[in-house]
């Protein structure tokens, strides 16, 4: 199981969590590795899988999207051909490599947001952003689960729905906010479609939106108008991810 690497989230407790649910269903031989800056590297982590013995590997992205970094730069740190499918040498043990898709365009992401939306307190008539991180890859599908999830609240009633990026990507957190404070709203459920609390989230994004960083919300002045923010947590280690991942291993195992 493969993150992104944090050095001030929560990322290595979420899959910290996730891997010990998966071992106590079984699965005995399940693996951390970050992309960078968390421990242990993907590297390091192949070097204990050859170690153990392990010749054929399922490599899990805990990612939102796909792109560059799932397609080609984990599959190069794993030393197999873009698209992450192929053999390596391993401490001279041949390994063969997998690659599952990241969470991407899942119905599981979108029934996150719905919950969170109910824990917010918000309902169809209030304000909802989605915010996710932006991205200047172009082969990122970013883009296109923020606008794909936004579209599915406003099909199923939700009045007041916008989508906004960190970075790299338009619209901005701050025009997004104006624009749903422009409709009327008073109050705004903020969602972000990320794996995990922050820098980006308890700093930047709450920058942004105008909150106190490391807060769940607040009061914003905008327009010359108070505007409450519910600004709601990210995906986490929800559940239905493992599902999504044990179900990924059950075909992978032919179980």
Known sequence: MIGYGTRKGNLEEILGRQLARLEARGRDRVYLAYFRVSEPSIEDALRRMAADGVDEVLAVPYYIAEGRLTYELIPGK?????????ETVVDGRKV???????????????????????????????????????????SSSNRAIIAMNADRLRKIGYS?????????????????????????VEKIAVLPLFIAMGVHLCEEVAEKIGIP???????????????????????????????????????????
Not at 78 to 86: D, E, L, Q, S, Y
Not at 230 to 255: C, H, K, N, T
Request: net charge negative.
């Open 96 to 138: 063969r490599v997998s690659m599952s898709p990241a969470f991407g365009m899942t119905r599981v992401l979108f029934n996150i947001l719905c919950d969170r939306i109910a824990e917010s307190g918000c309902g169809k008539d209030d304000g909802i952003l989605v915010i996710g991180h932006g991205s200047r890859d172009v």
């Open 78 to 86: 794993m030393g197999v051909p873009i698209g992450g499918n192929g």
């Open 160 to 184: 007041h729905v916008a989508y906004a990026f960190n970075e790299f990507d338009e619209p901005a957190i701050g025009d997004a906010v104006s624009g749903l404070v422009s409709e009327g």
């Open 213 to 255: 960083p490391y807060s769940d919300g607040g009061d914003i002045d905008a327009g010359g108008r108070k505007v409450s923010v519910r600004y709601m947590r990210p995906v986490e280690d929800d559940p239905r991810l493992l599902e999504l991942i044990d179900s990924e291993i059950a075909d992978f195992y032919g179980d």
